[in-house]
């Protein structure tokens, strides 16, 4: 009777009849494979954006608040549809955040720019 190949590296199995893989290392890298050949989930798709627009905020506002071009932040990658929460200050402002960094598109000199915040206390 011939055995039956492991599924990640192909050695003969040896031991119960429904054995898949031969050792605990090849079962975890089969599984880690078939994960990586799958398109993402709509879940890690935005998943990474919100990241990607969290990463790109915080590069762009190191002082606490900062107005950047939408452009320069179009350009790396950002995208304004993606955000975690919003904050509405006294004069009807709407702040989008990705986690603690905000932004909030303006038209300044005929130029569409994003003033960038970081989440305080006081927004709570």
Not at 89 to 104: A, I, M, P, R, S
Request: proline share 3%; hydrophobic share 30%; net charge positive.
């Amino acid at each position: 009777m011939r055995k039956r190949p492991c599924l990640y590296c192909e050695e003969p199995l040896e031991g119960r009849i429904d054995k898949l893989f031969c050792t605990p290392n090849c079962k975890s890298s089969y599984h880690y494979q078939k994960s990586r050949e799958q398109e993402a989930s709509l879940y890690n798709k935005i998943d990474v954006q919100l990241k990607l627009n969290r990463r790109i905020l915080k590069l762009f506002n190191k002082a606490g608040k900062a107005t950047v071009r939408k452009e320069e932040l179009l350009k790396e990658g950002f995208n304004p549809k993606y955000f975690t929460n919003y904050w509405k200050n006294k004069k009807g402002d709407v702040y989008l955040f990705c986690y603690e960094y905000g932004f909030l598109e303006r038209k300044e000199n005929g130029r569409l720019k994003y003033v960038l915040v970081q989440w305080q206390d006081y927004m709570n």
